[in-house]
DNA sequence: TTTGACCTTCACATTAGTGGCAACGTTGAC
DNA sequence: GTCAACGTTGCCACTAATGTGAAGGTCAAA
């Protein structure tokens, strides 16, 4: 597919697929033409850039671990560089002190919004029916 | 305490620490020299803030949270105005696709990982004791 | 009075995009 | 064919968010 579908398909602006290529996170080929041309599999590659960047993860990163992210691995994994798992171990790491912040600071905020709730009940009680 | 020992305790530069004033996120008092002063809560506060922003909340949003993450609520709750409810509604649900998104991708370097491990004991298997 | 922590302020850096232009490709109507 | 409309290309510059550096001055303890 062509980077307007792309696009359309991902939500991600075609301006953005083309700096993502840029920041050499997606290498799409090229038609005869100069035209990128996607596969299929790279609607689910581009939602994948577009949470981890979300989620503070820098490009810089999610290009060394891309990789590793697609699940039949199999060949890739020998002859993976030495510094790889170092990396990858840090990365997983950093990632689950995020999701540990995120997952206590969501909690407060929920429960924060059942207690608005209920003090909205309280100050006019069930009443109607 | 003066910044230089929050700094310390909290691992995070004096300057940033002026920089998330700016920003709204931490209002320390003044001594009379014009020195900021910070109690002591506030040290885990600036490490809530630290979190956060690193998993990439703004601090346009974290400054309107903040006051919603510390624990004993009971008074702030009554007026709460009326945009309030609805945005942390919406900061909780995307927390909340950003910690599946994380926790999804982590799980698979983590694999990945497990992978490279069980890829070179295969190439050179335990053989010696 | 010198040293180190602190003050403000302005400028600069980095990351992650966005906007806009001019030129070229593609497609469908006439 | 040719014209218009729209998608795509590269490119350059610009924005916004999050910091960082450094100059020049103040405060207070040794």
Redesign the interface.
């Known amino acids: 597919m062509r980077i307007g579908e792309l696009a359309q398909k991902t939500g991600v602006p075609a301006r953005m697929l083309r700096y993502y290529e840029e920041q050499g996170l997606i290498s799409p080929r090229r038609l005869d033409n100069g035209y990128r041309t996607y596969d299929d599999y790279l609607v689910d590659r581009v939602k ?1 850039v577009r ?6 993860i820098p490009t810089r990163i999610i290009s060394s ?1 891309l990789p ?2 697609d ?1 039949p ?2 060949i890739v ?2 002859n ?1 560089e030495p510094g ?2 170092e990396l ?2 840090t ?2 790491d950093r ?5 540990d ?3 206590h ?2 909690d ?3 429960r ?2 059942q ?3 209920e ?1 909205g009940s309280q ?1 006019r009680p069930l009443r109607a029916g």
């Open positions: 994948k949470g981890l960047v979300d989620s503070g671990i590793c992210l699940q691995q199999t994994v020998r993976a790889l798992r990858l171990v990365e997983r990632m689950s002190e995020k999701i912040f995120l997952t600071n969501r407060s905020i929920t924060y919004i207690a608005i709730d003090a100050e």
